[in-house]
């Protein structure tokens, strides 16, 4: 089995080590999944920087919902 992460963007990456290989942003225990859901329920993207605290980038953000099938894996 292959332990090494996997860049899938600027901001999201997979590793086998961190929640199980899903997509995650690079530095951060934080799913993408999560936070798609969280645009999904309508939050705006100020108000999910601020629940998760200076730990994401409104790019981040943007990757990650333009790229949502990352977290089909």
Known sequence: M????????EYVVA????CH????FRGTRILVAT????V???WSVER????WRGQLT????KEAVLHRNWCAR
């Open 2 to 9: 292959n332990a090494d992460p996997k860049q899938l963007g």
């Open 15 to 18: 590793d086998p080590r961190i």
């Open 21 to 24: 290989g899903k997509p995650t």
């Open 35 to 38: 936070v798609i859901e969280q």
């Open 40 to 42: 999904a329920d309508g």
């Open 48 to 51: 999910i920087l601020q629940g």
């Open 58 to 61: 409104a790019e981040a953000i």
